[in-house]
């Protein structure tokens, strides 16, 4: 149960994440009538992954949900997991 919602809540903060970004955005322009649909289309896949596993857990497919939700929250665990080394790692990794 601490696993399902420990990856919903990884989920839900990459959901949160994107949605700022999409707003921002919207502010300065460079979401526009170009590439709306792309950003909708990736804002409805994230709702519905995060409403699909919810559904999942609570119609007792406890082990499809989290591997649903483990689609999207591994990779992003690993990517704030690589910048958070590289931001706190300073320059001694060598990276310019």
């Known amino acids: 149960m601490y696993l399902f919602w ?17 707003f ?9 009538s170009f590439n709306i649909l792309l950003w909708l289309m990736i804002l409805v896949g994230l709702a519905a992954l995060l409403v699909g596993g919810y559904w999942l857990f609570t119609h007792q497919y406890a082990v499809l949900a989290k591997l649903l939700l483990a689609l999207l929250a591994v990779p992003g665990l690993l990517y704030g997991l690589f910048m958070g080394l590289m931001l706190l790692g300073g320059n001694s990794s060598g990276w310019k």
Request: charged share 10%; net charge negative.
């Open 24 to 32: 921002i955005g919207l502010g300065d322009g460079t979401v526009s």
């Open 6 to 22: 420990t990856l919903w809540g990884i989920d839900a903060l990459i959901a949160i994440t994107l949605v700022y970004f999409f």
